[in-house]
Each structure stands twice: as C-alpha cells, then as structure tokens.
C-alpha cells in the first residue's frame, strides 16, 4: 500500500518513515522475500462447480495469477487457482461453506490478513503491487517474470 503511494492507516509515523526509507533503497522485487509474511497462505481443494461462487462472494479480493491481467500486469491465466485475500473469520466461513479440503494440489488459495487490514483490502482486485507480490510467490516462471517486471525498478 506504501509503496503504491497510499498511506496505510494501521502503521504509526515512525513505521511509515523507516519503510519510505527502505523503498527508496531498494525496489519491492529485492526485498520480496521480506514481505512474504503480509498474510498467511492456505491451500485448499473445492469442488470445480463451487469456483466461481466462492471467487463471486461479497467479503473477497482477488490476487495472483487468475487476476494478473486484471490488475494491469501482462499474464493471462483464467485456468489458475482461485487465490483470494479474506479476514479469518471470512476464511473460517468459506471453508465450513465450500467444504475446502487442505491440499497439496490447490484450486483454491486463501491469503488470510490481520483484522486491521482488512479494511484496506475493500475491492474487488487486490492493489496492483500487491497481486505482483503474489505472482513473485507463484511456481510458474512466467508469473514470476511478471512479477520480476512489476517490482523491479526500472
């Protein structure tokens, strides 16, 4: 959110300075690794007809490859996993109601962020930076060269 030039109102001034600090010394790709802790990942299996409800629910954000082009980055990958931000207390709901089964071979991915962030999170689409993050995290190389673009510097 910082970085994409918007001021996050959960961080105190002294938080926001040092993390202007850092993004003037280095771009978002170097220091992914870093922010890899923004929400917790949880992979889930559902049943394919339950997709496009659960992507269409009221209380999610979209992100990572499947949203890529709609968030203005150049990947195209309507046939990824339904990867979507929600508060605890969402995920807690979608997988009691959609059945979600952990697994190893996802069709969903829950990003499950801390209640005072939720707020932020009020599209439909996750911030472009933010689904660039998520590409970075993707196993397919072409999701990360799309990320690689989006967070590094130019």
């Known amino acids: 959110m910082l970085a994409g030039g918007e001021n996050p109102p959960w961080l105190d001034q002294s938080t926001k300075s040092k993390l202007r600090r850092v993004l003037r010394e280095h771009d978002l ?11 917790e990942r949880e992979e889930f299996r559902a049943h394919s007809s339950d997709l496009p409800r659960l ?3 009221p209380r999610v954000v979209g992100t990572g490859p499947r949203h890529a082009a709609e968030a203005g980055l ?7 996993p339904v990867e979507i931000y929600v508060d605890r207390r969402v995920a807690d709901e979608l ?5 979600l089964t952990a ?14 962030v939720r707020p932020w999170l009020d599209a439909r689409i996750a911030p472009r930076l933010a689904v660039a993050l998520d590409l970075a ?6 999701s990360q060269d799309v990320a690689r673009e989006a967070l590094a510097r130019p």
């Open 103 to 116: 697994s190893p071979r996802p069709n969903v991915i829950l990003r499950v962020v801390p209640d005072k």
């Open 137 to 142: 995290e993707d196993a397919d190389p072409r």
């Open 29 to 39: 790709w170097s220091i992914r690794s870093k922010l890899a802790g923004r929400a």
């Open 95 to 99: 997988m009691k109601r959609y059945r």
């Open 74 to 80: 150049g990947l195209i990958a309507n046939d990824a």
């Open 55 to 57: 992507e269409a629910e």
